[in-house]
C-alpha cells in the first residue's frame, strides 16, 4: 500500500458506506492506497473486519446502517472527533427483481429506503461533519438512465440518486463542495452473482457494450479516486458512467433470461 505521506489523498479523512464488500470495497482499498483514512461502514461487520486484517489500521471499520440516522450519527461524531470528513462515499445499495404487477409494496419500500434514502442520509451527514472543500460522491447505476423490465424500484432508486446529487452540489458549492454521482454498469460482486447464474445474461451485457466487456471495480474506484482528489476540484454535479458504453445500447432483457430459466427441461 502506498505509504500516506505520499499518497495524493494524504491527511484525508473518508467515509465510504457499503464497504465490506465489491465495489465499496475497491474503492475503500484505493482511497486508502492514495493516502486517505477511512471510515469503513457497513451492517457486515465479519467483512470489515477482514477489510481492516487485510489493509491496515488507516481503515477503521464502522458497523452502519445507512437508513437508521442514529447509526450514521455515531460515524458523524467519530468524523467529528478527528475534524471532519474530507471525503463521503455514498455506496451501500441492493437490488431486486420483480414486474410492477407482482412487485411486493414491503420490497419496493426496502429497496427505495435504502438505495435513495440511505443515500439521503449518507449525504446529509456527511455534508453536515465536512470540512469545506470536500468531496462528496453518490454511486448511482446504468439503471439512473437506462431502464430495465422487472427493477422498477432500483431504477426509480438510482434514478432519484442522480437528481439527489444534482440538489445537494447545488446547496454545498457556497461551500466548495463538490458532489457528483458515478454510474456503474454490470460489474462483478457478490450482490450480482445472480447474473452468472443466468444462461446468456453476462453475454448479453457484453454484447451491450461499445467496448466488448463490462467494468470491474477497481474501474469504478479509480472514478471515485478521481473525484475525491484534486484534480476533480471543478467537477461537481456531474454524472460520470463507467459501464462499457452500455449507455448507448440497449439493456438486456431480464424477464425472458429469467423466465428461460424457470422454463423446464424440454
Not at 475534524?83 to 411486493?104: E, K, Q, S, T, Y
Amino acid at each position: 500500500m502506498t505509504d500516506a505521506s505520499m499518497g495524493s489523498l494524504a491527511d484525508r479523512l473518508a467515509l465510504v458506506t457499503g464497504a465490506a464488500s465489491g465495489i465499496g470495497r475497491s474503492i475503500s482499498c484505493r482511497l486508502l492506497a492514495d493516502g486517505a483514512t477511512v471510515l469503513a461502514a457497513d451492517i457486515d461487520t465479519a467483512g470489515l473486519a477482514a477489510l481492516r486484517e487485510e489493509v491496515g489500521e488507516r481503515c477503521v471499520p464502522m458497523r452502519c446502517d445507512v437508513t437508521d440516522p442514529d447509526s450514521l450519527a455515531a460515524v458523524g461524531a467519530e468524523a467529528t472527533r478527528r475534524g471532519g470528513l474530507h471525503i463521503a462515499v455514498a455506496n451501500a445499495g441492493r437490488g431486486a427483481f420483480a414486474p410492477i404487477v407482482d412487485h411486493p409494496l414491503e420490497e419496493w419500500r426496502s429497496i427505495i429506503d435504502l438505495c435513495l434514502t440511505g443515500v439521503f442520509l449518507t449525504v446529509q451527514l456527511a455534508a453536515r461533519v465536512m470540512v469545506n472543500g470536500g468531496s462528496i460522491i453518490t454511486i448511482s447505476s446504468l439503471n439512473a438512465t437506462q431502464p430495465s423490465a422487472g427493477m422498477s424500484a432500483y431504477c426509480a432508486a438510482k434514478a432519484g440518486v442522480v437528481m439527489l446529487t444534482q440538489v445537494a452540489a447545488m446547496e454545498l458549492g457556497a461551500r466548495d463542495i463538490r458532489v457528483n454521482t458515478i454510474a456503474p454498469g454490470l460489474v462483478q460482486t457478490n450482490a450480482t452473482s445472480a447474473f452468472w447464474m443466468v444462461p446468456g445474461v453476462v453475454d448479453e451485457f457484453i454484447e451491450n457494450t461499445t467496448l466488448g466487456r463490462f467494468p470491474h471495480a477497481g474501474d469504478v474506484a479509480a472514478m471515485a479516486a478521481f473525484l475525491a482528489g484534486d484534480e476533480s476540484r471543478s467537477v461537481s454535479g456531474s454524472l460520470f458512467r463507467v459501464d462499457g458504453g452500455a449507455s448507448t445500447q440497449r439493456y438486456p432483457d431480464l424477464p425472458a433470461a429469467f423466465a428461460r430459466l424457470a422454463a423446464p427441461p424440454a
